[in-house]
């Protein structure tokens, strides 16, 4: 069989299982968020939280209470890892620097798992578990809590309420990640993912060079942070490292648990409102954003260009050779796609061209499929902004589902999708204004793509990087820290901004003016706003990088 055939089973056998698991995980997550009985666990939590699990709560109650249990865990994560040294279990491992301490913490309490130090050799055992793999879990609990208080704004009338906080990160983190998290572990296992916990052993044999294992299981951290689309890794090669990722099947296992919430989301939203094929629309416009991208991602890998890759027959520098170029192209582009940074390539050694589709992902605001509930919100968001383009078109005042979506809704939609470009630009500008830029490994265009990619995975909480750019300095750790923090909660507050004020109006009945939000024409607007928005933002910086070096 070709590579390109492989490719192509590849990812039709993952879209295959994706689509039954989109109808019956969706059922699971959406009878988990909107049932009403609370487990003995559940009520034990809500007991020494002081939490009244029958009390609701308005955005802005919803969303204090989602930035103050953010701000203690970045405290407590930062304090860890400066302490770390004097904590048990460590190996000799000495206190983590004041200014990677901020970088990391920031990093997994944003979902963004960024890593600018080497987990194997940095981070005692300690840390591992009872910091970042904690973080792992409740920062993408808080993902999907955010999603579910967006959808009850479309799906509920004349309220202030949206939910409780601390009843919808409790019940996401137990009900479904942690189950679906031993399950992926105990796989991964299977496929030879090592379960350890265990340090200073030494792995030549199976490197080629010699690494430590320190930091606690690597399995159930594999699974935890795949399936909360995380980027941080037990190694540092990620999941181009044999004991984090060993097979061909591994690899299409691990794509299977990053895609599996994110694909689910809609079904929750159709569910929610009382309409499926809302849900099914929302998922055709992620699945064609998907497939185009890792079309194209593979068209230039596979016939990048340059001598060498024509000679060879594709662009095998820093690929994998168990997984080829088209696997490893899927996976790239995958990982981009949604919130996550893992990675089984490097990403800085694709083609020009190549190298700009991981980029444009995260640019697209990861909404194809996203992130955990990441992507469903920010996709929700895009389809605000569409309704109101087409409502302009046709002179009328622009509904979605019922909601009619004024000079308010809009501002808040407005904000939320000028916050990311805001910062990315803002950071590139300031690194190449600087002496900071002289971290990059290569001049020219690649050179300047490598600060690009820094602040784009930041800001859009992604975690990957082009590895050419050496980004652990007091600049670069706190510069890419405020992007990855107000990159997350900044937009989170006007999801919920806007979720409030859709609740508290009462739905309008449906017209002949009223625009079908469920039918291919709806779908291909919200496509091409998608691709149209990004590219009148980031066009000129694209230009500038990846472009100007493919051109």
Same mark, same amino acid.
């Given at each position: 069989?070709?590579?390109?055939?492989?490719?192509?089973?590849?990812?039709?056998?993952?879209?295959?299982?994706?689509?039954?698991?989109?109808?019956?995980?969706?059922?699971?997550?959406?009878?988990?968020?909107?049932?009403?009985?609370?487990?003995?666990?559940?009520?034990?939590?809500?007991?020494?939280?002081?939490?009244?699990?029958?009390?609701?709560?308005?955005?802005?109650?919803?969303?204090?209470?989602?930035?103050?249990?953010?701000?203690?865990?970045?405290?407590?994560?930062?304090?860890?890892?400066?302490?770390?040294?004097?904590?048990?279990?460590?190996?000799?491992?000495?206190?983590?620097?004041?200014?990677?301490?901020?970088?990391?913490?920031?990093?997994?309490?944003?979902?963004?798992?960024?890593?600018?130090?080497?987990?194997?050799?940095?981070?005692?055992?300690?840390?591992?578990?009872?910091?970042?793999?904690?973080?792992?879990?409740?920062?993408?609990?808080?993902?999907?809590?955010?999603?579910?208080?967006?959808?009850?704004?479309?799906?509920?009338?004349?309220?202030?309420?949206?939910?409780?906080?601390?009843?919808?990160?409790?019940?996401?983190? @137990?009900?479904? =990640?942690? +189950? &679906? $998290?031993?399950?992926?572990?105990?796989?991964?296992? *299977? #496929?030879?993912?090592? /379960?350890?916990?265990?340090?200073?052993?030494?792995?030549?044999?199976?490197?080629?060079?010699?690494?430590?294992?320190?930091?606690?299981?690597?399995?159930?951290?594999?699974?935890?942070?795949?399936?909360?689309?995380?980027?941080?890794?037990?190694?540092?090669?990620?999941?181009?490292?044999?004991?984090?990722?060993?097979?061909?099947?591994?690899?299409?296992?691990?794509?299977? @648990?990053?895609? =599996?919430? +994110? &694909? $689910?989301?809609?079904?929750?939203?159709?569910?929610? *409102? #009382?309409?499926?094929? /809302?849900?099914?629309?929302?998922?055709?416009?992620?699945?064609?954003?998907?497939?185009?991208?890792?079309?194209?991602?593979?068209?230039?890998?596979?016939?990048?260009?340059?001598?060498?890759?024509?000679?060879?027959?594709?662009?095998?520098?820093?690929?994998?050779?168990?997984?080829?170029?088209?696997?490893?192209?899927?996976?790239?582009?995958?990982?981009?796609?949604?919130?996550?940074?893992?990675?089984?390539?490097?990403?800085?050694?694709?083609?020009?061209?190549?190298?700009?589709?991981?980029?444009?992902?995260?640019?697209?605001?990861?909404?194809?499929?996203?992130?955990?509930?990441?992507?469903?919100?920010?996709?929700?968001?895009?389809?605000?902004?569409?309704?109101?383009?087409?409502?302009?078109?046709?002179?009328?005042?622009?509904?979605?589902?019922?909601?009619?979506?004024?000079?308010?809704?809009?501002?808040?939609?407005?904000?939320?999708?000028?916050?990311?470009?805001?910062?990315?630009?803002?950071?590139?500008?300031?690194?190449?204004?600087?002496?900071?830029?002289?971290?990059?490994?290569?001049?020219?265009?690649?050179?300047?793509?490598?600060?690009?990619?820094?602040?784009?995975?930041?800001?859009?909480?992604?975690?990957?990087?082009?590895?050419?750019?050496?980004?652990?300095?007091?600049?670069?750790?706190?510069?890419?820290?405020?992007?990855?923090?107000?990159?997350?909660?900044?937009?989170?507050?006007?999801?919920?901004?806007?979720?409030?004020?859709?609740?508290?109006?009462?739905?309008?009945?449906?017209?002949?003016?009223?625009?079908?939000?469920?039918?291919?024409?709806?779908?291909?607007?919200?496509?091409?706003?998608?691709?149209?928005?990004?590219?009148?933002?980031?066009?000129?910086?694209?230009?500038?990088?990846?472009?100007?070096?493919?051109?």
């Amino acid at each position: 069989m070709s590579m390109t055939a492989a490719g192509v089973v590849f990812v039709v056998s993952l879209v295959a299982v994706l689509a039954v698991a989109y109808r019956y995980f969706g059922d699971y997550m959406y009878r988990v968020v909107v049932g009403r009985r609370h487990s003995v666990a559940e009520r034990g939590i809500y007991k020494v939280l002081r939490v009244n699990p029958e009390g609701e709560q308005s955005w802005k109650a919803y969303a204090g209470s989602l930035l103050a249990f953010s701000a203690i865990s970045l405290l407590f994560l930062y304090g860890l890892l400066r302490l770390q040294s004097v904590l048990w279990p460590n190996p000799d491992f000495p206190g983590v620097t004041n200014h990677v301490a901020w970088n990391t913490a920031v990093s997994f309490v944003t979902n963004t798992n960024w890593q600018a130090y080497s987990g194997e050799s940095t981070m005692t055992h300690l840390s591992q578990m009872a910091g970042l793999a904690v973080q792992n879990f409740v920062s993408a609990s808080v993902g999907i809590a955010v999603a579910v208080a967006f959808v009850r704004g479309f799906a509920r009338r004349r309220t202030n309420e949206l939910g409780n906080f601390w009843v919808d990160l409790t019940r996401i983190t @137990l009900r479904i =990640l942690l +189950p &679906v $998290a031993v399950v992926g572990a105990i796989v991964l296992i *299977v #496929g030879g993912v090592v /379960q350890n916990f265990s340090g200073g052993h030494d792995v030549t044999t199976l490197t080629g060079g010699t690494q430590s294992l320190t930091g606690g299981p690597v399995a159930s951290q594999e699974a935890i942070k795949e399936l909360g689309t995380n980027g941080g890794g037990f190694m540092n090669a990620n999941s181009s490292h044999p004991f984090e990722n060993p097979t061909s099947w591994t690899n299409w296992f691990e794509l299977f @648990l990053i895609l =599996l919430i +994110p &694909v $689910a989301m809609p079904r929750v939203f159709g569910r929610m *409102v #009382g309409q499926n094929r /809302q849900g099914y629309a929302i998922l055709a416009v992620m699945g064609i954003l998907a497939i185009a991208s890792i079309a194209l991602t593979n068209v230039f890998e596979i016939g990048g260009a340059g001598t060498v890759p024509h000679a060879v027959g594709a662009a095998l520098e820093g690929k994998d050779m168990r997984f080829g170029v088209s696997n490893s192209a899927t996976f790239g582009a995958i990982t981009t796609l949604t919130s996550t940074g893992a990675v089984n390539s490097f990403h800085d050694s694709y083609t020009a061209l190549g190298g700009m589709m991981p980029m444009f992902n995260m640019m697209l605001g990861e909404v194809a499929p996203g992130g955990v509930g990441a992507g469903l919100y920010g996709m929700l968001v895009l389809a605000v902004i569409t309704v109101f383009i087409a409502g302009l078109m046709v002179g009328r005042t622009p509904e979605y589902l019922g909601k009619k979506i004024g000079a308010r809704e809009v501002k808040f939609a407005s904000l939320y999708i000028l916050i990311t470009p805001l910062l990315v630009l803002t950071g590139v500008a300031a690194a190449m204004a600087t002496s900071n830029h002289t971290t990059m490994l290569n001049v020219g265009p690649h050179g300047f793509s490598e600060v690009l990619y820094a602040f784009t995975s930041a800001a859009n909480n992604n975690g990957s990087a082009f590895a050419g750019i050496t980004v652990n300095t007091g600049w670069w750790d706190s510069a890419l820290g405020f992007a990855m923090l107000f990159g997350r909660f900044l937009p989170i507050i006007m999801v919920l901004g806007l979720a409030g004020s859709l609740a508290s109006q009462q739905p309008v009945p449906e017209s002949k003016g009223t625009l079908p939000t469920h039918r291919p024409l709806f779908v291909s607007m919200l496509v091409g706003v998608t691709v149209i928005v990004v590219a009148l933002t980031f066009l000129p910086a694209l230009a500038l990088g990846p472009l100007a070096e493919g051109l």
